[in-house]
């Protein structure tokens, strides 16, 4: 699922491994955390009108990109629908912090948690549209590089029992770089949109955005980039897109 090529970057990939990934292993931090669980939701599921939050979104101009990425994926033939579930059934399914989604097919399916204010539903819908592109541009990405998806899921569903530092750094980097990028590129649209106005309780993390997605995401693994976990999220950002991001994630 990833493309391109930028030396000086990799570089700095395995630098930054080098220096704060591996002393982490080797402390053997393995937890317990969960994965993503990729199960069909059992439970009440209910239709949600979206109708508020997206006129909320409307209301500023990172959430008509979000609106606008909506538009660009019914043109490329994806359905869209909202469904309302507790945050445990979302959790369930493939998600978080107040939302989820699953692609399958051209169905697209945005899970929201119940409960939500329109403004709280706004930053979810927000938040996994961003998923939902990188995750369909990964998926392109990785067309070419069978390999990388093969030993990513490998690693992704063997790591709790082989251990992480078991594993090719290269798949090590790639997993966690993505899943890394992939919050910080979600989270900094949620942080937008809330400084042109949209507030949430839940969604901006200010300057402790990059140890937030650390603890909340990365040590779920059992490992960490910690100090460096600022550098990993500035260089996340400083990509324009998930596609240039898997370039330099693959090998
Ligand atoms: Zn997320």
Redesign the pocket.
């Given at each position: 699922m990833r493309h391109g090529m930028c030396i000086a970057d990799t570089k700095f990939m395995g630098n930054l491994f080098k220096k704060s990934f591996m002393p982490l292993m080797l402390l053997g931090l393995l937890t317990t955390g969960c994965v993503p669980q990729f199960e069909k939701a059992n439970g009440d599921l209910m239709v949600l009108d979206s109708s508020s939050a997206e006129g909320l979104l409307s209301k500023t101009s990172t959430g008509n990109q979000s609106l606008g990425d909506l538009t660009t994926l019914r043109n490329q033939g994806y359905t869209i629908s909202y469904l309302s579930m507790s945050s445990s059934d979302i959790q369930s399914v493939n998600g978080?912090?107040g939302g989820g989604y699953k692609i399958s097919g051209s169905a697209i399916t945005i899970y929201v948690s119940n409960g939500l204010a329109s403004q709280e539903q706004a930053h979810v819908i927000a938040?996994?549209l961003v998923?939902i592109k990188d995750d369909l541009e990964v998926d392109f990405y990785l067309r070419s590089y069978p390999y990388v998806s093969t030993a990513s899921q490998n690693f992704v569903s063997t790591y709790k029992t082989q251990g992480v530092n078991n594993f090719d750094q290269r798949v090590v980097s790639y997993v966690l770089g993505t899943l890394f990028c992939?919050?910080a590129r979600?989270?900094s649209r949620n942080q937008q949109l809330a400084n042109e106005g949209l507030q949430t309780n839940f969604f901006a993390k200010g300057s402790s955005l990059p140890q937030f997605i650390d603890q909340a995401y990365i040590a779920k693994f059992g490992v960490s980039y910690g100090s460096y976990a600022n550098n990993m999220a500035s260089w996340c950002l400083s990509n324009s897109s998930m596609t240039q991001i898997q370039g330099q994630l693959v090998w």
């Open positions: 978080h912090n938040h996994e998923h992939t919050e979600a989270y």
